[in-house]
């Protein structure tokens, strides 16, 4: 893991061009238990969990040694792609920001030159949208994450790379974000010539 690693920061670094540490600590509990202990019940089933220390001193991955291990080694990139662009924006997003956006950008960082095709990375998706995804949490989790990745491949297609990156460091330092910063109409439009 430990070359996935290096060049997944290298990758994330590349893409974000933003001041931070560009170092990672990766933890792969040993025991369920353990897992359960660092990340908590409503996380121990995800592949891979950023986490701050409860002062705010350190910053570390977890990773889910049972999930991550039935991961493809493309697979495998992406999850650290995901969990190290929180890593790497944590301290310029505040807490409230919508976590459409925060993980919209953290899957568009992730799959940024994979090579993977919308439908291939998000294959939950229809253009049947009206509202922001809101269901991180819930049954609707995957496809609420497969969403918000796509407004972030329909903002590419409107702003260009860097400005993707733009309007997240953007809104995800405000306290507040209100929806209408994203074209639902256009994002739907987006999704019907994209994926049909």
């Known amino acids: 893991m430990s ?47 950023a986490i701050r220390d409860s002062d705010g001193s350190g910053q570390r991955v977890v990773i889910n040694r049972v999930r991550a291990s039935a991961l493809s080694d493309l697979e ?6 995901h969990e190290i662009t929180h890593v790497a924006t944590r301290d310029l997003t505040s807490d409230s920001a919508p976590l459409w956006l925060v993980e919209g950008f953290a ?19 229809t253009p049947d949208v009206s509202a922001l995804p809101a269901d991180f949490g819930g049954s609707g989790r995957d496809l609420a994450y ?41 994002w739907r439009e987006f999704l019907r010539t994209s994926i049909g």
């Open 3 to 49: 070359g996935s690693l290096d060049s997944s920061v290298r990758e994330v670094a590349d893409i974000l061009d933003i001041s931070w540490g560009r170092r990672v600590d990766v933890v792969v509990p040993a025991t369920d238990s353990e897992l359960v202990s660092l990340v908590g019940p409503a996380f121990a089933d995800m592949a891979g969990i």
């Open 107 to 125: 899957d568009w960082v992730a799959f940024h030159g994979t090579g993977l095709s919308l439908r291939q990375a998000a294959p939950l998706l």
């Open 146 to 186: 497969q969403q918000a990745y796509s407004i972030m491949v329909y903002l590419e297609s409107r702003l260009g790379e860097r400005g993707v990156v733009d309007f997240f460091l953007r809104h995800a330092s405000l306290s507040s974000v209100a929806p209408s910063v994203v074209d639902v109409a256009g």
């Open 76 to 81: 495998l990139r992406v999850l650290l792609r």
